[in-house]
């Protein structure tokens, strides 16, 4: 059972920053990718970033420019760097995985990031 855990969520003020990570109980060769995915109140959980065993990464237009995303392989965790946060920004942002060998998605328990104007 592959575990996601969460940390780093919290209230900022708008221009404020904020780190995310997650980190996954799972054989780092097994890991296809990883990112984060957010969900505001009332709407649909959208894609925010994500990295690929690769390296290569994409992003939300949203974010580009303010987040970053990275990862450290020995400890099998992903981080979000969140810059120049803006109240549009504030959801529950979900971790995600996505392994060769199983189909379907993992996801985290969710962090509440709240950014007020």
């Known amino acids: 059972q592959v575990q996601l855990v969460e940390s780093g969520g919290g209230l900022v003020q708008a221009g404020g920053s904020l780190r995310l990570s997650c980190a996954a109980s799972?054989?780092?060769?097994?890991?296809?990718?990883m990112g984060w995915y957010r969900q505001a109140p009332g709407k649909q959980r959208e894609l925010v970033a994500v990295?690929?065993?690769?390296?290569?990464?994409n992003y939300a237009d949203s974010v580009k420019g303010r987040f970053t995303i990275s990862r450290d392989g020995a400890k099998n965790t992903v981080y979000l760097q969140m810059n120049s946060l803006q109240a549009e920004d504030t959801a529950v942002y979900y971790c995600?995985?996505?392994?060769?060998?199983?189909?379907?998605?993992?996801w985290g328990q969710g962090t509440q990031v709240t950014v007020s104007s």
């Open positions: 799972i054989n780092i060769f097994s890991i296809k990718s």
């Open positions: 990295i690929r065993r690769d390296g290569s990464t």
């Open positions: 995600n995985l996505k392994s060769f060998f199983q189909s379907g998605d993992y």
